[in-house]
């Protein structure tokens, strides 16, 4: 029952949140309580035990369950600390909505349900008003479907061994499709609400779909497990590369913000590629610093990114050092990590992962220069960011034990 | 029957990768509907899977019906690129469903490759929400006919989440920004 | 002692950090004495920890979760290490004043270094290292964003390659952990890769490194505290790594090589302090000299060299406190420190220095043009020393920051202790190197009078006390009244240096030419990236179908 009650409480917490939204302290005090106890739910489910309770099998694996806990604490953060400018009841409704998505996206067991998941995402965030127009929006969620669609289907025939390697490529491709990082980045408006921007499927709903699409290859294509490692990693690399030098040297700060989480995903592809267990654990770690600090950032960064106040404080040059990577933050942790699972595997490798990670500290610089002087809740926000990936990059064993790792 | 109902589900695709009005889009999901539906209970032989496609995709193309500009708008000028897609994409479907897949049940096969894929086209390229809509109704119905491939039956449930889907994706209004 | 004792010295300047923090954050005025007596309290746990056994003591709190333990273990090494740098953190935390922002960072940063040297292994030391080199730059930067500081590319490289030195330890060796690696698993490239690690660590280039750099801050508080801090480090890991290999580098050529670049940096620090504007540009080059030395004396890997370095560390400890306190204008504590820096006789430096030189020639073959070129540095660096106490003082600094008195007590003691440096060998430096380089019989020792090697002995107490003496009546006769300070041209002009500067200059000037621009338009190509186009995704996909299936 726990699957079920995992993804119906957001779900219910976020269409009370839509109904009451003329009266905003009720709507949040409903959504946050059906949001909590959705969490708790999570919290103590136990993973790998399917239910069936709706005609579907579910199950929530310990790693995903581990993110899905992971993204509801970042929810409740940016909920609770929202800047005074941010509707927190949208921000909690659309937080909701995502995390029953990623619910279903986890506790699906097959493919097919992963890619239902995916579209419906798609089309609520798409639908709702926004900057960019439906067609543009709803653009690379759709490639990614019907990418995982074919691939599922080819992984599923009989044939010659390309159809294998094609689903392979249709299911590396469609993830990055639906992350929205290189080659299949989705256009970024910098002034458009983060709810219906690209930044909800990097950063939100990306951590969980990754975990899944890629579990999922491994059960239908086992035999292409070398061509999907190679893959991922490939586009780890050219993420990283991509993602810290546009972030770097791209114009809007809104931009760099976003090219930041792309070389954060470029990182956690090179550790999900690697298929070994320190590999999967730097990429947990980075994901973890994703949800918990990075997309928190960025949103309290907005305002300032607006009204252009740059500031070189001593939170900003903390967060700077977080968004690098730089020791003690959970960054450093798991590059070490990565590190270590590179050279485990091929060491050339490892050596070029580790001049990609020097591409982060420029662009990190100007990242947190960006957040300018953080008041009020902002403050404490960004300080419980800066502690939680402190507490991960000292101290990383609890977190990666929750997720069986 | 098999052969005619695949033949259809790509037909169906076809029309509304060709078509721009509501009455064209509305024709194309609702024979793909059928197609599909004849596809899951003859081939997947679940009928509450056929009746879950036939009630969703028959909502979606009722609600479809009832949005966007009041014309067929099948080939409208310029629509030539659009006519290559479909027949191209259907040839592919064709070969990669028939040759290069050797197991049985080429035809669901086809249906849900074809669909897939001219689905996906379409809502890639298309700029007007109701084409991009009616795409994603269809796609949703494909992916679980897709699902009907695997080795043990996926059961309902996928057909039903697609119908809901496709329900769903169809009733929604989109308010485009700036008017467009 | 309980073991959890061996937390002591790296929790008390945490938990001054934090307190000072808390009550920063409370709006109170902490003041310097909270981080003061937390480094204080280090220093003291270090002693009590140390002295009564004087063997070395662990520490285990389990796995950390990425691939490090939280071993702690002071031996002989952590012990010196941890008071090269704890000292001189002590005495700038205490005089100092800081806001409670800068004190914070500093007490934390001192508290990371010390976990660098007590930790067990190299990852555990890459992640502490690393923290006390991102503290420092942020101290820097809270002070003055504008002023030279570190590079934190450089910092940051340097602890992820030693990070990816441990990691390729575990997986070559099973295990990371200092004293337990296997000495098959110290490959050349491993302790390359770790030597770069130290050498980006402290700075250690020909060129001006950046523990010079910070000398140019407007003000020396940070730069004092990341010197104090970060600059022993990279010598902590070339100290480690003869654990590591019982004793030796895994090829000799390895240590030739270093020990030049020691010269080297010693060489080029001369020439450039030869050529110094001001006293402050001189003081700068005084620790990266002293560097230099040690890190041919670290390297020559002998018994004899390594307790020089260890020596020549200490001497950089004491200055490291010293040159931040230094006021910018002349007078008897600028003359003392110049004296005490440049290895004046018979002050700690000289004999360390002396008995490092010794060291080169002693290991025969041609180890000893090392020395050679050696001797050549410090005789310059000398001549340096002379020019520099009639130069201009430099810019000038808060008078709140400077303390005379301390500073030429401070430089006083390393002159004073030249006659005291067989005793200073025996509890501070032997210590150390019998934890990493077993020694054959014999080939040190001396007592407290003298240092004994194999092949000569240097008669430290009853050379150096009249000397120092004599230094005391010279100083007394001369003073310092006849010494003008005006600006000098160098000695000689440094060579290559106007045409390094000229390529350097063309290089940062460097653009694209006009007719290329439109190729390499960034912009465009992120747009085109960016721009969320079917056609290029489709592409995209051919490219990697096309990748997969070749």
Known sequence: MEPELAIGLPAAGSV???????????????????????????????????????????????????????????????????????????????????????AVIAAATSIEMIIMAVLALAVMQAASAGRRSFATRIRGPVLAVALLALAAAAARSEGPSILSRLAAVGLVAGLSAALGTLPYIHQFDPDERTATSPIPWMAFLGPVLALAVLTRARDLIPSEGGAVGAMVIGLGLLNMVWGSVASWRTENGAAAWHYSFMADWGLALCGFGLAIADGERAALLVLYGMLLSRLPLYLWSRQSLREKRPNDRPINLLAAAMLAGSAPFAGFAARVLLLRAATQLYWPLAMVIGLGLLLWLPPSLRLGRSLGLPRGRQAWGVGIALAINLVIGLYPQPFLSLAGL | MTEAAAFAAWLGAAVIVLSDGRRGLALGLAVTTLAFAVLAWVVGRDALAAAAVLLGGGAAVILRLRAGADVWGVMPPGSTPRLVLSIAGGLLALWISTTLMTDPGAQLRFAALSVVGLMGARALTATESGAVLTALAALALAVAVAAGMADTGPGPAPFVVAALIAAGVSAIRIIEPNGA | MPSIALLAPVALPLTAGGLTAALGLAGLRPGRALVGAGAWGAVAALF???????????????????????????????????????????????????????????????????????????????????????????????????????????????????????????????????????????????????????LMASGLFPWRGWAAQLWRRPSLRAAGMAVATLYPLGFYLLVRAYEMGDGRYPQPVLGVVLAWLGVLVALGVALRAQAAATRREYLGEVIPGLGGFALMAIALGTAVGLVAGLV?????????????????????????????????????????????????????DFLGLIGIAGAAAWVLSMVAAARAIGLPAGRGRPASETFPRVAMALAGLILVAGPALPLILAVFAIPAQTDVMPAPAGSLGGGLVSVVTVQAELPALTLFAPLLLLAVIAYGIAGTSGIRSQARPPLFPIPGAAAFGRLRVAVRSATVPDQYRSIVNVRALEKAAAGGRPLLWLAGL?????????
């Open chain 3, 48 to 198: 009590v920890l140390w002295l009564p056994v004087r063997s070395s003591q662990e520490l285990n709190l389990g796995p950390l979760g990425f691939g490090a333990g939280f071993d702690l273990r002071l031996d002989g090494v952590a012990f010196a290490f941890g008071l090269v740098i704890l000292v001189p953190a002590a005495i700038l935390l205490t005089l100092q004043p800081r806001s409670w922002q800068e004190g914070t960072v500093a007490a934390l940063g001192a508290g990371a270094a010390i976990l660098a040297v007590e930790s067990g292994g190299v990852l555990l030391t890459a992640l502490a290292g690393g923290t006390a080199a991102t503290l420092a730059v942020i101290q820097l930067d809270i002070e003055d964003i504008r002023a030279p500081r570190p590079p934190w590319g450089v910092m940051l490289a340097a602890w992820l390659a030693l990070s990816w030195a441990g990691a390729i330890l575990q997986v070559v060796g099973g295990t990371e952990v200092y004293a337990a690696v296997p000495v098959s698993a110290l490959t050349v490239p491993v302790f390359s890769l770790l030597a770069v690690a130290a």
């Open chain 3, 542 to 550: 051919v490219a990697l179908a096309f990748a997969v299936n070749r």
């Open chain 3, 312 to 364: 020549m560390l200490a001497t950089v400890g004491v200055l490291a406190a010293c040159l931040p306190l230094l006021p910018d204008r002349a007078g008897p504590a600028s003359l003392l420190t110049l004296a005490a820096g440049a290895g004046l006789a018979p002050g700690l430096a000289f004999g360390a220095r002396v008995v490092g030189l010794e060291a080169t020639f002693e290991a025969g």
């Open chain 1, 16 to 102: 009370c949140v839509a109904a009451l939204r003329a009266r905003p302290r009720a709507a949040i005090a409903a959504g946050a309580l059906l949001g909590l106890v959705g969490l708790a739910v999570i919290a103590v489910s136990v993973p790998g035990r399917p239910s069936s309770q709706l005609g579907v099998t579910l199950s929530l694996s310990t790693e995903s369950r581990s993110l899905l806990i992971a993204a509801a604490v970042a929810l409740a953060l940016v909920v609770a600390l929202a800047p005074f400018l941010v509707e927190r009841a949208t921000l909690l409704m659309w937080g909701l909505a995502g995390l029953a998505g990623m």
